[in-house]
């Protein structure tokens, strides 16, 4: 049975909503699509980028919401590029990556989810331990073709249950507990 409220996504990024709508799905949660590109302070702290997105999203629809902000962390790179990480992506890209590491290459995904109503704003964080692969592997978007996670050897591009196991399905399971409980 579906939550008969309507919950929003807003993002500029298709694959993200793609992916939020079958994991939401999954917990009996229907999220609908509102494109647009949002404001992003500069920050170290994705929380607070998500809060501030969240905030201006609502400011512009007015409906129940969750926004998305995610960030690669790579130990080698000290936790680089992290909150930088859409910046680094269309700047250097995966190629550009590749070429800065050497033997270390563990990282973590980080994905924080918030959601905002009128009165209300909670977070919720998760993350997946795992490295970079040496070589571009798969045709995912964004980092997925050059993310392992732990316990795998594919990369998220190259696994079809990406969506049972990653840093945007743990977040969205938290949000769903409280959400489907509140
Ligand atoms: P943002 O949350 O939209 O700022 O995303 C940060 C960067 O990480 C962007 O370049 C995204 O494409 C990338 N990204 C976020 N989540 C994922 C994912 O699940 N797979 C691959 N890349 C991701």
Redesign the pocket.
Known sequence: MHKSSDLYFVSS?NH?YQ?AKTILDSFGIKLRFIKLNLE?IQSNSLKEIAVSKARDAFSKCKKPLII?????FINFLHGFPGPY??YI?KTIGNNGILNLLKQNRKAK?VSIITYCDKNILQSFDAKIDGSISKHVKGK?????PI?IPNNSKKT?AELNNKNEL???YKALKKFSNWYLHK
Do not use: L, P, T
């Open positions: 990024n993200k992916e992003e998305e902000d995610d960030g690669i990480s859409s992506f995904f995912g978007w964004g980092y997925d993310f998220f990653s840093h945007r």
